[in-house]
């Protein structure tokens, strides 16, 4: 089968301070586009592949399902493993396993390594989802000084929910939750918004305690499970188009359908869950996902500081090899020829 290999490059980014793999290097930066060493990029890559294992070992051994998502999953299709300018990494459970999984969490995550960062666990932490943090590494995301919570290089797991199927209701439930977000990012807001009256909103904003925004949207979420619905979302993240193409107002989210049975997927040489149905799902969300950006548009969500100097456990396998393996970008065309072996 014809592969594409790429070299390791660098990545592009919007970011304010030059820092150095072995520290925070204090250098500011020019809010031009940078560029980040690509050494730095891929151990971040490895460091949450690190924290995926972790995740995967507990939920195999507990029966607790997650998928792979978004551009997670884009990257096990695509590329066998990360997008290979992306910084990031995410999952998604549905609100009943990431309870079962919460509550495993206190006995199995090892600790010494690993933090599940949620607003129970961290009394900082203003977000609805849930954060596995490294411990031991550094990593603040330029505008998001004013959170005062446990920083870190980290895997994102989202928390779905089911979403109402009547078009009222939904609307309802999205103008809520949409007012939630805004007063949990209302400490970012009241300086980072260019908009004077919102900045004035959010002054007030900031004032109301994380645990009544945080509450309803739970409220919101429990609800809506109450009953099997033809869509799903994950009410506490800001971006709409997150999980699926924007629909109208009323009409966010992704099938439920998609996401009944789950099958195992190759990234970065191991074996994950994702969605049985995850072709459906990613042609869904990406217009055309076999097309690959123009270098000048790979940009990564721009960091402040950060600071990897921390040994990789990858389940024994060499650390090395994984610096240096260069990255597979797979056609729809080798795609298909895989899946007919």
């Known amino acids: 089968m014809d592969k594409a290999y790429g070299n390791r490059g660098e990545c592009l980014l919007y970011g304010q301070k030059n820092i150095s793999l072995k520290g925070v290097h204090e250098e500011v930066m020019e809010t031009e586009k940078k560029r980040m060493p690509a050494e730095d990029l891929r151990k971040l890559q490895l460091i949450e592949l ?23 999953a884009l990257g096990a299709v695509r590329h066998k493993g990360f997008i290979p300018w992306d910084d990031d990494l995410d999952l998604r459970m549905t609100r009943g396993e990431f309870e079962k ?13 690993f933090f599940l960062q949620t607003a129970r666990t961290d009394p900082g932490y203003r977000w609805g989802y849930a954060k596995v943090r490294r411990k031991g590494t550094e990593y ?41 977000i805004k007063t949990l990012w209302s400490v970012i807001g009241v300086t980072a918004d260019p908009n004077p009256a919102k900045r004035l909103l959010y002054h007030g904003l900031r004032h109301v305690p994380k645990e009544v925004p945080l509450g309803i949207m739970e409220w919101l979420g429990k609800r809506a499970n109450q009953k099997e619905t033809k869509r799903q979302y994950c009410i506490s ?7 699926a193409k924007m629909g109208k107002w009323y009409d966010q989210g992704v099938a439920s359908e998609w996401f009944k049975d789950k099958t195992e997927i190759e990234f970065e ?46 389940r024994g396998r060499s650390v090395e090899e994984y610096m240096n393996k260069e990255y597979l970008y797979l056609t729809k065309e080798d795609w298909e020829k895989e899946r007919e072996k």
């Not at 690190?50 to 997670?72: K, P, S």
């Not at 993240?237 to 999980?243: I, K």
């Not at 000048?296 to 402040?304: D, L, N, T, Y």
């Open 140 to 180: 603040l995301r330029a505008g998001q000084e004013a959170i005062k919570c446990m920083s870190g290089v980290s895997i994102d797991i989202f928390i779905i929910d089911n979403m109402p199927d009547n078009h009222f209701v939904s609307g309802i439930y999205q103008l809520l939750r949409r007012g939630c």
């Open 237 to 243: 993240f800001y971006r709409r188009d997150a999980f």
């Open 101 to 113: 999984f919460e509550k495993v969490c206190e006995t199995k995550l090892d600790t010494s390594r």
């Open 269 to 314: 040489g191991f074996m994950f869950y994702v969605c049985k149905d995850y072709m459906a799902y990613l042609e869904n969300k990406y217009t055309n996902m076999w097309k690959y950006p123009p270098e000048s548009q790979r940009f990564i969500h721009p960091p402040k500081s950060y600071s990897f100097d921390v040994e990789i456990d990858l």
């Open 50 to 72: 690190e924290m995926l294992l972790e995740v995967d070992r507990i939920c195999r051994e507990n029966e607790i399902t997650y998928f792979l998502l978004a551009g997670t």
